[in-house]
């Protein structure tokens, strides 16, 4: 079992910058691939960005790409999503998830979700 905590969210103005962090305990937190996600209202969870546990490459969607950097320290358990200029549109609860399967973090069929934390951004 893996248990994810997401921090950081808050209120933001466009353009600005904000961190999120996801505190994982349980397993061997290393071993798992760790994504965020992010469901605006009255959308479906989408995709954000990923980082792979054996290689630490990195992925993001196409509309983050150039603003924001996932991140992972695995001494501390904890994998970060930096956003720089934001923008409205970036409003969304945001989710963190772990796999250790590529394909399933990808297709966001994950074994483990954390709670989410609301991310505002005003125009």
């Known amino acids: 079992q893996v248990q994810l905590v997401e921090s950081g969210g808050g209120l933001v103005q466009a353009g600005g910058s904000l961190r999120l962090s996801c505190a994982g305990s349980?397993?061997?937190?290393?071993?798992?691939?760790m994504g965020w996600f992010r469901q605006a209202p009255g959308k479906g969870r989408a995709f954000v960005a990923a980082i792979w546990w054996m290689s630490s490459s990195t992925f993001y969607a196409d509309s983050v790409k150039g603003r924001f950097t996932i991140s992972r320290d695995n001494a501390k358990n904890t994998v970060y999503l930096q956003m720089n200029s934001v923008k409205p549109e970036d409003t969304a609860v945001y989710y963190c998830?772990?796999?250790?399967?590529?394909?399933?973090?990808?297709?966001?069929?994950?074994?483990?979700w954390g709670q989410g934390t609301q991310v505002t951004v005003s125009s």
């Open positions: 349980g397993r061997t937190f290393s071993n798992y691939n």
């Open positions: 998830a772990a796999d250790r399967s590529t394909r399933s973090l990808l297709a966001g069929t994950v074994d483990y």
